[in-house]
């Protein structure tokens, strides 16, 4: 509603003053008990609501049939299209001024806003994620996806807590050796504009030497960091530019709370800033006694341009454990789409339907590991970065290890 051209002044002015005021005007203007009083205006709703949904629906059918659009595009089309808001209040609030439209009409009106700006982002979401490109386009990199090879590995591993940090050494261990790659191990020191205690330094000291000496006991090339920064994040941001770090592993407790919602937690911060990949990590168990490694994915995951990176890095990881690989690959219930997947060829996979969570915890054990790929809502401040899915998986299987994988937009 407001232009975007406007200053940064008018911009404010428009958002927080503008906008605001004229939604509770109009809101003002509904009458919830014209709905006890008069029982003709919830027919009034009804038909408002219909109509609307209707009058949205034909032209997507239609535009798909012309375009031979398959059914989740004309889904989708349809959910973009039917939610009615803006215009439609302004509208309504001026037809209701002039006396154009009596009150069981602006009570339908606000009625038909709700349904169809719920409806519209559901919708969307729900068969937006069946949507793929044409398999043609996909099967190159599909083809490709045994032979590239990944570069040599210089990984940035932040380490604090000595009760988790050897998972995080050993996963970057087996990493580095693959390649013959450099471990990075990283200490940082908050600066809250005091002096830093000895004991701080003393525990960094230890901390960093520790890691040294898994490093050297693994014959792998080491250069432990300690850093002094203002926060966490910015502090592994800045080391992985500064020292040409090319993958960053970080522990994960598995949640997010409503803080790091709202304010974003430090790996949050780092996903949304990283250039390089980043492995989010949440070990429940040592990673040497793991037994099966599962790479989870959908249709979208497979025709990510990041998927045979992601997959190039799950089965290294296996080779070097020793164990088993497979691919779980989650059809979300369509069959169609299991039908016009083009999978990699020669590696083992599941087809997975229905509830994806129920299905990791009826199927998996403590002694395998989960690697997914992250699902960014890198716009989106309020959700997490990792994807509710990896979320959702994690609270759900508690005693599960997992490996989030991300890798940021080229």
Known sequence: MIPEKLNVCGQFIGNTLFIPFFLISVGMLVNPAVLLQEPRSLLVSGVMVVVAIVAKWLPAVGTGKL?????S?????FGLSVAQAASTLAAITVAYKIELVDQLTVNGTIAMILVTCIASPWITQRWGQTLQPKPVDAKPALANSTSSTPPRYRILVPVANP???????????????????????????????????????TRQEQLLAAAETVAHAAVTDVEPIGR????????????????NANLIICGWKGYS?????????????????????????????PIKTTQRVFLAVDEANLMAASFPQVLNLAKSLAVELKASFCLLHDIAGSRRAAKRTILPEGIPAQLVRGHFPGYVARTLTADDLLVLMAKNHADFLSLPSLGIGSETIAHQNPNL???VVHIPPT
Do not use: C, W
Request: proline fraction near 2%.
């Open 73 to 77: 595009s004309n889904m989708v089309v």
């Open 257 to 285: 709370t409503y803080r790091d919602n709202f304010f974003g937690s430090a790996i949050d911060n780092v996903l949304r800033r990283a250039v390089v990949p980043v492995l989010v990590t949440r070990f429940t168990h």
């Open 401 to 403: 290890s997992l490996i």
């Open 163 to 201: 009760n988790t940090e050897d998972n995080l050494l050993q996963l970057a261990l087996l990493l580095a050796k693959t390649t013959e790659g450099t471990l990075l191990p990283l200490h940082i020191l908050l600066d809250h504009a005091g002096s830093i205690s000895a004991e701080a330094k």
């Open 228 to 243: 002094i920064d203002e926060s966490i994040d910015k502090g592994i941001l800045r080391t992985a530019q500064e020292r």
């Open 67 to 71: 375009f031979r659009f398959d059914h």
